[in-house]
């Protein structure tokens, strides 16, 4: 047995042996990655962003000769049953097992919306994620995820995605958590800590800074200050790494202030390694090294791409080995980069490899990927899991009392209108297998139960005669369908009126990657449809399912009642009819606001005063039609009793506890989300008006109460002064004030406390979350 093989040994005596085992030749392949694409689709749909460029260069077996550091998508590539998935990945391994030194692959795949593979469980959208700030709950989900990559040899999954909105127009604005860094923090360490509970890596996207491109659009540079990217860009990743102990980061493909991502050392070593503690890998997003000759130009050869990246910290090029292999062993050679650099990143690698088993003298490549064991991807279990979170992630945006929840006594006939009204392909994100992969194969079946909306309400609801009319397409200015659509409707007691997104990639759809939007104006003529449906004099539901916030103002005013959804999912048609027909109340809270108009683009809600509107400064009013944070319930909420420990003095390295009763004051059960906001009056910075510092998630009975208590450290009013990047924070002494309610703009208690005592300077030790 080679003594990296030893389980008895120590990991650094195993690393340190191996990797003086090695030749050059294996060590680069330990940096490398293949992506097998045998036998792919003709269909034109892509899959990664010019996609053409990143093909395998070598075949099958020159590309792991000596070894190879990552299988890429062995299931999210093509439809394959689990146990052809299998079979295949067995056969890659055996292979690898066979070289000199027998070091198997890192298999890695997507799992955006859950294991991105023909025939898995589509769970919601990371947007709703964020949307039920529950945090157990989408724990719990990364945890069956990861069970179900584990199950099949997948080893790194490439989720979750922490980059916080900035612009509601960007395309991937589905994948994120929102546009609060603290709330996406909390939700995608849950997610690490689910799916790493099961021995499967997870990937911290996109390091840092994609979603705040110039103009919202995809890959475009960014041009922030430091103070945003360290205050509002970096924290969830801190957050992941110093709380997760996530395994694995991958860059983002965009440029800060013209220095790439993929090429910056102070990025991908100082703040990650040095100041945070990371000791995972780092991967590049699919071509991303290749990018900095061809996209950033600040390479002359694959080679300068090569030297950039690995002196950066890039550890691994995906999604197949062209800059880490030939060119930059030319870059050793000619001493432009040192061996020491090399042996760096595939120490790394070695030790990842080591902690998943890989290394391990009993390792097998049949008892990794468990064949012969049966598996259910799509088990009753993770339906039940993807119908809560989707159930959860509901909004009810407004209602009237009357219209919601749906009564067949009172509306014994409805109109279904709208193209999201029977197509369940609008509850699945750009990501999901069905939306990412299957374009490639027209016709080819989903490979899981899906049942639209219509087909959910009709069983949920028998008693309601439902009349569907499409009205028109998603995209597209076809206005033939809108008078059948308005006839249905004059004729019904009430309309349900269903509108939003197709998530595609590329282009292939309204929503998702390379999907940005020129404006937040509804998609193709799905605006002139609810106007014409509102024309009738029909009662109104507005329900949208999208992948962004779209301007509701106008039209949403005139409706009964509206609902926002953001992709829920394989059930989403279920959950929607449990919330609509009552028997589930709506318990969502917005993650991103919602604006009242298509043009004027508000700002998230994190800004200080003149990023609000102010009369007489602008003529642009960027007030949100509904705030972030915002979602009503069928019953209602009273917030009374506030307390406040120690006399509201507290020291700037001490403890806010902070504390009040919420009680339920309606006829039936419902869910509250309790959120904690605070205001730093006077800074040495302009500093936002509000930013959430805690939330709990509350289920009550009617009539019953409970109080919530909140414990927030000094440390989390913490910001940064200056530019220089070191990770330093100032938590000043003065006055803080707090705010508790049930959204950023329905505050029911106010108080200050006053921090005492010097200012303090914080880094990397500082506390970064509530108790």
């Known amino acids: 047995m080679n003594p990296w093989n030893d389980t008895s040994l120590c990991a650094d005596e195993r690393v340190r042996t191996l990797l003086a085992a090695m030749t050059r030749a294996e060590k680069l392949a330990q940096l490398g990655s293949y992506w097998t694409k045998a036998n792919v689709g003709s269909g034109d749909a892509r899959v990664a962003p010019i996609e053409e460029a990143l093909a395998a260069r070598a075949s099958e077996s020159t590309a792991i000769a000596h070894g190879i550091g990552h299988l890429t998508r062995p299931y999210g590539t093509r439809p394959l049953a689990p146990e052809e998935g299998r079979a295949e990945l067995v056969r890659l391994q055996r292979l690898l097992t066979a070289t000199r030194l027998g070091i198997p692959a890192i298999a890695h795949d997507e799992c955006l919306t859950g294991f991105a593979a023909f025939g898995a469980t589509v769970y919601p959208t990371p947007l709703a994620w964020a949307a039920t700030f529950d945090t157990a709950l989408v724990e719990q989900m990364g945890a069956a995820i990861g069970r179900d990559m584990a199950s099949v040899g997948v080893h790194q999954g490439l989720a979750p995605v922490l980059d916080v909105v900035r612009d509601y127009r960007w395309g991937r604005v589905e994948e994120t958590l929102g546009e609060d860094p603290y709330l996406t923090g909390l939700i995608g360490t849950a997610y690490v800590r689910g799916m790493q509970s099961q021995g499967v890596v997870a990937t911290l996207k996109h390091f840092a800074g994609h979603a705040a491109s110039r103009g919202a659009r995809n890959h475009a540079p960014v041009s922030i200050g430091a103070r945003e990217m360290a205050d509002v860009i970096l924290p969830p990743f801190e957050m992941a790494v110093r709380d997760g102990a996530v395994g694995s980061v991958m860059n983002t493909y965009t440029d800060q202030d013209g220095v790439p991502a993929c090429a910056d050392e102070s990025l991908l070593t100082t703040v990650l390694r040095d100041q945070w503690g990371f000791d995972g890998t780092v991967v590049s997003d699919y071509g991303s090294i290749a990018f900095l000759q061809t996209m950033h130009r600040v390479a002359a050869t694959e080679g300068d791409a090569a030297r950039l990246a690995l002196t950066a910290g890039m550890d691994v090029e995906l999604p197949n080995t062209r800059c880490y292999g030939d060119p930059l062993a030319q870059q050793l050679d000619d001493g432009q980069v040192a061996p020491e650099l090399l042996d760096r990143a595939v120490e790394r690698v070695l030790r990842q490899k080591l902690r998943l088993g890989l290394l391990d003298a009993d390792y097998s490549p049949e008892a990794d990927a468990g064949l012969g064991t049966p598996v259910d991807l799509d088990s009753p279990a993770n339906r039940t899991l993807a119908r809560t979170l989707a159930e959860r992630s509901v909004v009810l945006l407004a209602n009237d009392g009357a219209a919601l929840p749906l009564d067949a006594a009172r509306t014994p006939a409805v109109a279904l209108i709208g193209p999201g009204a029977d197509d369940s392909g609008t509850f699945l994100g750009c990501y999901?297998?069905?939306?990412?992969?299957?374009?490639?194969?027209?016709?080819?079946?989903?490979?899981?139960?899906?049942?639209?909306?219509?087909?959910?309400?009709?069983?949920?609801?028998?008693?309601?005669?439902?009349?569907?009319?499409?009205?028109?397409?998603?995209?597209?200015?076809?206005?033939?369908?809108?008078?059948?659509?308005?006839?249905?409707?004059?004729?019904?007691?009430?309309?349900?009126?269903?509108?939003?997104?197709?998530?595609?990639?590329?282009?292939?759809?309204?929503?998702?990657?390379?999907?940005?939007?020129?404006?937040?104006?509804?998609?193709?003529?799905?605006?002139?449809?609810?106007?014409?449906?509102?024309?009738?004099?029909?009662?109104?539901?507005?329900?949208?399912?999208?992948?962004?916030?779209?301007?509701?103002?106008?039209?949403?005013?005139?409706?009964?009642?509206?609902?926002?959804?953001?992709?829920?999912?394989?059930?989403?048609?279920?959950?929607?009819?449990?919330?609509?027909?009552?028997?589930?109340?709506?318990?969502?809270k917005l993650p991103v606001q919602i604006p009242a108009t298509p043009d004027s683009n508000p700002g998230t809600y994190l800004t200080p005063p003149l990023g609000r509107y102010s009369e007489g400064i602008s003529v642009l009013d960027n007030t949100p039609l509904y705030p972030f944070g915002h979602g009503l319930s069928y019953t209602t909420f009273a917030y009374e009793d506030l307390r406040i420990a120690d006399g509201g003095r507290v020291p700037t390295d001490g403890f806010i506890e902070v504390s009040c009763l919420v009680r339920n004051t309606g006829r039936r059960a419902g869910r509250e989300t309790v959120q904690l906001y605070y205001d730093d009056p006077v800074a040495q910075v302009a500093r936002p008006v509000q930013q959430l510092a805690a939330f709990d998630v509350l289920d009550l009975e009617p009539g019953a109460q409970a109080r919530v208590t909140f414990t927030v450290h000094a440390d989390q009013t913490s910001y940064t002064k200056d530019s220089s990047g070191d990770g330093r924070r100032l938590v000043d002494p003065g006055i803080i004030r707090l705010m508790l309610g049930s959204s950023s703009a329905d505050i029911r208690l106010r108080a200050d406390v006053e921090l005492t005592g010097p200012q303090r300077v914080v880094g990397a030790d500082r506390h970064l979350r509530h108790s």
């Open 432 to 588: 999901s297998f069905p939306n990412h992969v299957l374009p490639k194969y027209p016709g080819h079946p989903a490979g899981l139960a899906l049942p639209s909306l219509r087909e959910a309400l009709t069983a949920e609801l028998p008693g309601i005669t439902f009349t569907y009319e499409q009205g028109c397409t998603v995209n597209g200015e076809d206005r033939s369908g809108l008078p059948a659509a308005a006839r249905a409707a004059a004729a019904a007691d009430l309309a349900l009126v269903v509108v939003g997104d197709r998530s595609g990639m590329f282009g292939n759809g309204t929503s998702g990657e390379g999907c940005d939007a020129p404006n937040l104006q509804l998609p193709g003529v799905q605006a002139q449809l609810v106007e014409d449906v509102l024309a009738t004099g029909t009662p109104v539901v507005l329900l949208v399912i999208s992948g962004r916030p779209y301007a509701l103002g106008g039209p949403a005013e005139r409706c009964a009642a509206v609902v926002q959804t953001f992709m829920p999912g394989e059930e989403g048609g279920p959950a929607l009819a449990r919330v609509l027909s009552g028997q589930v109340c709506p318990s969502g």
